[in-house]
């Protein structure tokens, strides 16, 4: 089976994007016999934040799940060089699978760099190494996972205003909450964004801004993300450039950020789509 990042990188996510720094001495956190009442006390913050009913029932039911503390907690420090890490990321598979899906989706990644500026080589990098474009998306319930973290006292006001945008996505009828399923820590949809990264940045490509099924949705939205960090259109992406800046912000980890970029050069000198900076 083909590795995807959350299978192989799970370490890495602390030196990413996603989570913040956690204080040297942090508090003893609750157990979980208390949960119901802090979720009454949540539903009160939500609706404050205007989350109307329909986000609110997504609450329904809902426990702390033992298996998420137990991957947030078990976090290590991830060891392996760009060399060690691209060279299983970036495997003969994804590279094949990366240029076939470039070629099937060419109208739309046209579309895209019309609009955005962003060469299809990189938008599917960052979707390979995510998910497998789509085949790896998660299957813990977002709901469950984010209010989990946002009961948990390490990094709660981050976690509960992504659980608050999150019942947002529901609300507004972008996903329901069965459909939404996907990594431990929160990150939905072939891309893997984060709830708050979905409100911002989600665009409806035809397919009502669904990041879990619709692949143009997926694309567009990936774009509209590096164009929001200021993306140039047109220039490279090597480390050192202001693209690679860019790439970063997508994932700090610095062995993440060039193995994207590494991806989109092997996939732009195969395809034609981009330039290829190495």
Same mark, same amino acid.
């Given at each position: 089976?083909?590795?995807? +990042?959350?299978?192989?990188?799970?370490?890495?996510?602390?030196?990413?994007?996603?989570?913040?720094?956690?204080?040297?001495?942090?508090?003893?956190?609750? !157990?979980? !016999?208390?949960?119901?009442?802090?979720?009454?006390?949540? +539903?009160?913050?939500?609706?404050?934040?205007?989350?109307?009913?329909?986000?609110?029932?997504?609450?329904?039911?809902?426990? =702390?799940? =033992?298996?998420?503390?137990?991957?947030?907690?078990?976090?290590?420090?991830?060891?392996?060089?760009?060399?060690?890490?691209?060279?299983?990321?970036?495997?003969?598979?994804?590279?094949?699978?990366?240029?076939?899906?470039?070629?099937?989706?060419?109208?739309?990644?046209? +579309?895209?760099?019309?609009?955005?500026?962003?060469?299809?080589?990189?938008?599917?990098?960052?979707?390979?190494?995510?998910?497998?474009?789509?085949?790896?998306?998660?299957?813990?319930?977002?709901?469950?996972?984010?209010?989990?973290?946002?009961?948990?006292?390490?990094?709660?006001?981050?976690?509960?205003?992504?659980?608050?945008?999150?019942?947002?996505?529901?609300? +507004?009828?972008?996903?329901?909450?069965?459909?939404?399923?996907?990594?431990?820590?929160?990150?939905? !949809?072939?891309?893997?964004?984060? =709830?708050?990264?979905?409100?911002?940045?989600?665009?409806?490509?035809?397919?009502?801004?669904?990041?879990?099924?619709?692949? =143009?949705?997926?694309?567009?939205?990936?774009?509209?993300?590096?164009?929001?960090?200021?993306?140039?259109?047109?220039?490279?992406?090597?480390?050192?450039?202001?693209?690679?800046?860019?790439?970063?912000?997508?994932?700090?980890?610095?062995?993440?950020?060039?193995?994207?970029?590494?991806?989109?050069?092997?996939?732009?000198?195969?395809?034609?789509?981009?330039?290829?900076?190495?």
């Amino acid at each position: 089976m083909t590795e995807t +990042r959350s299978q192989i990188f799970a370490a890495a996510v602390a030196l990413g994007c996603l989570l913040m720094a956690i204080p040297a001495s942090a508090a003893p956190c609750p !157990g979980f !016999g208390s949960f119901d009442n802090w979720l009454s006390a949540f +539903r009160q913050e939500a609706a404050s934040a205007g989350v109307g009913p329909r986000g609110l029932a997504a609450l329904n039911g809902i426990s =702390p799940d =033992p298996a998420v503390v137990s991957r947030d907690r078990g976090q290590g420090v991830f060891h392996q060089t760009f060399e060690q890490f691209s060279s299983r990321m970036v495997n003969s598979y994804r590279l094949s699978r990366g240029a076939s899906l470039i070629r099937q989706y060419g109208d739309t990644f046209n +579309r895209i760099e019309r609009q955005f500026g962003v060469p299809a080589s990189v938008i599917v990098a960052i979707w390979g190494l995510e998910t497998d474009f789509g085949a790896g998306n998660g299957n813990f319930p977002t709901i469950r996972s984010l209010a989990t973290l946002a009961y948990d006292c390490r990094r709660a006001e981050m976690f509960r205003a992504e659980l608050i945008d999150a019942l947002k996505l529901v609300d +507004r009828g972008d996903l329901t909450p069965g459909e939404m399923r996907g990594a431990w820590a929160g990150e939905i !949809g072939q891309t893997q964004f984060m =709830p708050s990264s979905y409100i911002k940045f989600a665009v409806d490509y035809g397919g009502g801004r669904n990041l879990i099924r619709s692949v =143009p949705d997926v694309l567009a939205s990936t774009a509209n993300y590096l164009k929001s960090y200021g993306w140039q259109r047109g220039e490279p992406w090597g480390p050192g450039t202001g693209n690679f800046a860019v790439i970063k912000q997508w994932n700090k980890a610095d062995v993440y950020a060039r193995t994207i970029a590494y991806f989109a050069d092997r996939l732009a000198a195969m395809t034609g789509q981009g330039r290829a900076e190495n």
